[in-house]
């Protein structure tokens, strides 16, 4: 195993430690993937991170027979979006997907978070969609998914939970962070009477000064919304 392909899989497996401490997943609903050159090292299937280690990390070709994979152990159920979106997004290098509490609250109320603040444009657009419900690791679901996040770096999942996109795994996970941020933040608007949504030429400009802002790739965040719950393992 090549030693940068060694240090990315080591990577995964903090991070998914780390998510799982701060509270921003549960158990092992969430997953992580990562590009390295022709295939996407993505987590395995009902693993507890605790558990986890590099050489369980599961690859799946980018290219050649769909759902191909090496590994001893089977690759995460959501394989399909992770897989999709890489293979529809070449400029995606981390890819993490969360059940996290006030993500997921808006994703059951099928709610989309519009331009509540301006940090949504650091997703790439004006609001962040709830793509449409779709069973846990089903085509349907991934196409659902690509759909949401075209010209986007996040999205919620109906129902479900949802994905953070970033061109690195340090970027990835700290949208992650964002997206839940805001999504607790639009929580709680609602409860007061509703937020005041920033006009298209406020958000244009603050786009325009989002623009390269982010952490650098060896920056690798600290993850740190709500404490953490327990969840149904699958």
């Not at 009477?193 to 790739?217: D, K, S």
Request: glycine share 8%; charged share 25%.
């Amino acid at each position: 195993m090549k030693k940068a392909e060694r240090a990315l899989r080591e990577k995964i497996v903090a991070l998914c430690r780390q998510m799982n401490a701060s509270g921003l997943n549960q158990g092992t609903s969430g997953n992580i993937s990562a590009r390295f050159e022709d295939k996407l090292l993505i987590t395995p299937s009902g693993i507890p991170y605790e558990e986890m280690q590099p050489e369980t990390i599961a690859a799946l070709a980018l290219e050649g027979e769909y759902g191909a994979f090496d590994g001893p152990k089977k690759p995460s159920s959501e394989w399909r979006f992770h897989l999709d979106i890489a293979k529809a997004r070449p400029e995606v290098g981390g890819i993490v997907h969360t059940h996290s509490t006030f993500a997921t609250v808006l994703a059951i109320a099928r709610k989309e978070i519009p331009a509540c603040h301006y940090m949504v444009t650091a997703f790439g657009g004006p609001d962040i969609r709830c793509a449409p419900y779709a069973r846990f690791g089903s085509k349907e679901l991934s196409e659902h998914a690509v759909a949401a996040l075209d010209g986007r770096k996040g999205c919620l999942l109906a129902n479900h939970g949802m994905i953070a996109l970033g061109e690195d795994l340090d970027k990835a996970m700290w949208l992650a962070v964002e997206l839940e941020t805001l999504a607790r933040q639009y929580y709680h608007a609602l409860l007061i009477g509703g937020p005041v949504l920033l006009t298209e030429a406020e958000i244009a400009e603050a786009a325009e000064a989002m623009a390269g802002y982010g952490p650098a790739a060896q920056d690798a965040p600290e993850v740190s919304p709500p404490r953490p719950r327990r969840a149904r393992r699958r």
